[in-house]
């Protein structure tokens, strides 16, 4: 039996031709799966799946198929007698090892530097009037460590956090919400730590107006800048037009 080998690639066959929503479906889903760059955990897995069930698997530290429906113990029992228990135990040899530092460079050794966004939202009911959110945006790999300090001291109390959420994209982001009490004079900020950067980064939240009383301010300086030009503009026209200057469009 010939058995293509593929790095995490779904090998999709359809027994059937699909009549409305009923049908079959059988694929093979063979995996290199690495734990590490010194390849100690490194294993070889084909498993054999039929309408999402999977029936039949090998396992190169097991050495051996394994079944787990009654189809799939008979072929396993008669499959470790064949030559093709031979080839699946050379492929982690032939294939997985061979590839490992391919895959490392190209994918696994890639970092991304999360970008961070601090605000305040507005607080559930509870104990506490403020709170701060901490989002981390676009990173990779999904490990990261995001913790809040007060005055230089880890807060972990009133602190909530969600998983690395996956974009769908090779990327990831986090959000962590700290609630708190506002105190006159403290500083509080948000440490982010990834494998991406060569330190851990801080980032202090300015208590001195609510992001939205400073959006506002921003609008409206940018509205009374423009009202400015605009008003000078008109008065230089009407100044050209009352001396009798011909002006051209």
Not at 48 to 67: D, H, P
Not at 202 to 213: C, F, G, I, R, T
Request: hydrophobic residues 35%.
């Amino acid at each position: 039996m010939s058995m293509p080998i593929a790095f995490y690639i779904c090998l999709t066959l359809i027994l059937f031709i699909f009549s409305g929503t009923d049908g079959y479906f059988h694929h093979r889903l063979v995996q290199c799966r690495y734990s590490s760059k010194d390849l100690h955990g490194i294993e070889f897995i084909d498993s054999y799946v039929f309408n999402k069930a999977e029936y039949i698997r090998f396992n190169s530290t097991v050495g051996r198929y394994v079944g787990y429906t009654e189809l799939g113990v008979k072929n396993a029992e008669a499959w470790n007698k064949g030559p093709q228990l031979g080839q699946e135990q050379a492929e982690l040899e032939r294939f997985c090892k061979p590839n490992a530092a391919l895959h490392y460079r190209a994918i696994l050794d890639k970092t991304v530097e999360p970008h961070v966004r601090l605000s305040s939202v507005t607080p559930p009911s509870g104990r506490h009037p403020a709170m701060l959110m901490c989002s981390a945006y676009d990173f990779y790999p999904k490990q990261i460590r995001v913790t809040w300090l007060r005055d230089g001291r880890e807060v972990k109390s009133d602190v909530t956090s969600t998983e690395e959420l996956a974009n769908g994209d090779w990327y990831y982001q986090i959000h962590s919400h700290l609630e708190y009490t506002p105190k006159s004079g403290e500083k509080i900020s948000c440490m982010v730590e990834h494998i991406s950067l060569t330190e851990p980064m801080m980032y202090h939240w300015d208590p001195s107006l609510p992001e939205a009383e400073r959006n506002k301010i921003a609008i409206g300086a940018s509205g009374l800048v423009l009202g400015t030009i605009l008003a000078l503009a008109g008065l230089i026209y009407y100044k050209k037009k009352s001396s009798g200057e011909v002006i051209s469009v």
